[in-house]
């Protein structure tokens, strides 16, 4: 499995910028897909979180209610809209997804995608 982060960019505070994760499986439907983020010197945050079946989502605390994962298991594409965005959600996002029953974690995850940078301007 290969993933693509892509959709980052460069933004004003309060803006909006959806990304997506695409996986180059015919299996995608059986992985949990994570999304994180890493700013410099930092360590990788855990941002949301999505099952197999897309019935069940997971958010950090600092999402708030701005951010909403989706997945469209045809498009083997994983999104996360980011809404009413802030400087501090600057950062790299990165995706990763897990097989079986378990979400993927930042240090139990079968494969992550290289990350998109988000930069949010005050």
């Known amino acids: 499995v290969q993933l693509q982060a892509s959709g980052g960019g460069l933004v004003q505070a309060g803006g909006s910028l959806r990304l997506s994760c695409t996986a180059s499986?015919?299996?995608?439907?059986?992985?949990?897909v994570g999304w994180f983020r890493q700013t410099p010197g930092k360590e990788y945050d855990f941002v949301a979180a999505?099952?197999?079946?897309?019935?069940?989502?997971h958010y950090a605390e600092f999402v708030e209610g701005r951010f909403t994962i989706s997945r469209d298991n045809a498009k083997n594409t994983v999104y996360l809209q980011m809404n009413n965005l802030r400087p501090e959600d600057t950062a790299v996002y990165s995706c990763?997804?897990?097989?079986?029953?378990?979400?993927?974690?930042?240090?139990?995850?079968?494969?992550w995608g290289q990350g998109t940078l988000v930069t949010v301007s005050s």
């Open positions: 990763a997804v897990r097989q079986g029953e378990l979400y993927p974690t930042i240090r139990n995850s079968d494969v």
């Open positions: 499986t015919r299996t995608f439907s059986s992985y949990n």
């Open positions: 999505i099952n197999r079946a897309a019935d069940t989502t």
